[in-house]
Structure formats: structure tokens, C-alpha cells
């Protein structure tokens, strides 16, 4: 286990040796977010009956900040590796494709954990929040970090250089989180947008996620538990297979 703690280890001080720019950033990101949509809709806006907006917003926004950091860290780190050279400095050592796998993603886990505990803990102060179910809140919050993780893997591994990263976060993971439901319910879209937000796997983490804080959620937790880990397993099997054949790393 040597190898991997140490691989672990560097990817965690990677982004713990810039934290203001990894983690307070996003924690100022997300803050802005809640001062204008809550400034702006709280009075005209009620998603469940008995919620305030700017309450249904913050767990929205901390599940947002957790994907969307588990994603920067493992592409990046990934990226940067490739461009600079330095990747070869992982391959040589006999680290498994296990190794690997697990480590980069239990990385990018931290660092979304530890972004979306700092969004929850400047955002409370807006809001009274309940905590119905904690275990789900724990639950997806990890899967989710654990398969944006993994999306960054596949990302980094995909990617040869900045600009095709950019695409992929741009045109894949953004309008995927955004459109999610971190902002509103899916219950206020047409019918027609509320059949294509059912085939968007961010939804089910938050919407379980939020689950977690009001126990009202617009699909029951334990279907949206049954895609999010079949959707993880998929993904998971598709990464580790990318690190087992050497794919766009070995040459």
C-alpha cells in the first residue's frame, strides 16, 4: 500500500499547496450564488411547502461545489502530468491500475468534501436547515465526489491538451450541473424538460442530496440511490479499464 498512499498523499498537497485558489474560490463562488438568487427570489419563489428558497438553495449549491471540484482535481492533476512530462514518474513505479484509480479519485474526494463543508458552513448562516436524514446527505455526497472524480479521470486521460478539458467541463459538466436542479425543482419545468432532466445522473445526486435536509425530494431517495451507483459502477469500470490498457498514458 505504500505507492498508493503516497500517490494519494502528493494528490491531496497538490491542491492543499494552493487553497485559495481550490478551495476558498469556489467556497467566494458559491456564496455569490446564494446573495443573488436568494436576494432575488426568496420572496417570490417556495419549491416545498414549509422551505424557504434560500434554504432549498444551499444544499444545491454545496452538492454543486462538491461534483464540480471532485471533476477539477483528478482532470487537471491528470492533464498537467501529461503536458509537463512528470506522468512518467507515475507509471515507472509498480503501482497497480487499482492504485491509481483509487487514489486520484479519493483525492478528488477531499477536495470536494472539503469545498462543500466550506460552502455549507458560510451558507447556513442564511438559512434555518433541518436534517432529516443525514445518512443520505453522507451517502450521495461521496458518491457524488466519487463519480466526478472518476468523469475527471476519464477526462484526463481522454484529454491531450487544456482546451479539450475545457470542452469537456464545458460543454459536459456544466450544463449537466446546472441544469440539475440546483436552482429550482424540476416539478416548475415543462413536461418535455421534465423527461430530459430524468436522463441527467447530476439530478439524482442532488435531488437525493437535498433529500438528506427536508425529507421531500422530487424523486424517492432510494431511486435515485439505484442510478447514482449503477451510474458510478459503469463509470468506474470504464476508468479502471482506461488505466489497465494504458490508454493515451503508456505512449
Keep these: 500500500m505504500t505507492g498508493f498512499r503516497t500517490l494519494l498523499f502528493k494528490e491531496v498537497l497538490r491542491f492543499w499547496k494552493v487553497a485559495t485558489q481550490t478551495i476558498m474560490a469556489p467556497i467566494l463562488t458559491a456564496m455569490l450564488y446564494l446573495l443573488i438568487f436568494g436576494h432575488v427570489l426568496e420572496e417570490h419563489v417556495q419549491v416545498y411547502p414549509g422551505v424557504r428558497y434560500t434554504s432549498f438553495l444551499i444544499p444545491g449549491l454545496v452538492m454543486m461545489s462538491v461534483l464540480q471540484n471532485s471533476f477539477a482535481n483528478t482532470s487537471s492533476s491528470l492533464i498537467q502530468s501529461k503536458i509537463t512530462g512528470n506522468l512518467v514518474f507515475i507509471l515507472l513505479p509498480p503501482l497497480s491500475h487499482w492504485d491509481m484509480y483509487f487514489a486520484y479519485v479519493l483525492a478528488a474526494a477531499v477536495r470536494g468534501l472539503v469545498v462543500g463543508f466550506g460552502v455549507f458552513v458560510v451558507t447556513a448562516w442564511f438559512a434555518d436547515l433541518s436534517f432529516v436524514a443525514p445518512w443520505w446527505i453522507a451517502l450521495f455526497a461521496l458518491l457524488g465526489a466519487g463519480i466526478l472524480g472518476t468523469m475527471g479521470v476519464i477526462a484526463g486521460i481522454w484529454a491531450e491538451k487544456f482546451d479539450q478539458l475545457a470542452a469537456f467541463q464545458n460543454f459536459l459538466i456544466m450544463p449537466a450541473t446546472f441544469l440539475s436542479g440546483v436552482f429550482y425543482s424540476i416539478h416548475s419545468l415543462p413536461p418535455f424538460w421534465q ?55 503508456r505512449h
Excluded: C, E, W
Aim: hydrophobic share 50%.
Design 195 to 249: 423527461t430530459v432532466s430524468h436522463f441527467n445522473p447530476f439530478f439524482y445526486m442532488i435531488d437525493g442530496f437535498r433529500y438528506g435536509f427536508f425529507g421531500q425530494s422530487d424523486i424517492p431517495p432510494l431511486t435515485s440511490f439505484a442510478i447514482v451507483s449503477i451510474f458510478f459502477a459503469a463509470l468506474a469500470g470504464l476508468a479502471v479499464r482506461l488505466l489497465t490498457s494504458g490508454y493515451k498514458l
